[in-house]
């Protein structure tokens, strides 16, 4: 059973950094393109950042380039978003999700992915 568990989430100041975790169980991350998505209020789930399969192909939406990584680590099945100098736009809930299929591509497409955590709120102060 495939299952994502998001943690690191909280209320922090304009500046500050987070990172975010994103617990796999059921299959390895190393095999998945896994992405991050964040959803604010009254706005539709946007993209934020995904990782392919071994790590060394990246991908971020642009208001995140420079600001946000992701990492992955394969011995503990966990997939993370380090976000450093967060603004107050980025307030939002974030999710983990993972490609529905093997497909050997990344996608910014939330389609694309069929299977999503609860979700960890973000919340930033300015």
């Known amino acids: 059973q495939v299952q994502l568990i998001e943690s690191g989430g909280g209320s922090v100041q304009a500046g500050d950094s987070l990172r975010l975790s994103c617990a796999a169980s059921?299959?390895?991350?190393?095999?998945?393109?896994m992405g991050w998505f964040r959803q604010a209020p009254g706005k539709e789930r946007e993209f934020v950042a995904a990782?392919?399969?071994?790590?060394?192909?990246?991908d971020y939406a642009d208001s995140e380039k420079g600001r946000f990584t992701i990492s992955r680590e394969s011995a503990k099945n966990t997939v993370y978003l380090q976000m450093n100098s967060l603004k107050f736009e980025d307030t939002a809930i974030y999710y983990c999700a993972r490609r529905s299929s093997r497909d050997r591509i990344i996608t910014r497409n939330p389609l694309g992915y069929g299977y999503w955590g609860q979700g960890t709120q973000v919340t930033v102060s300015s």
């Open positions: 059921g299959f390895s991350v190393s095999d998945y393109v």
């Open positions: 990782i392919m399969w071994g790590g060394q192909i990246t």
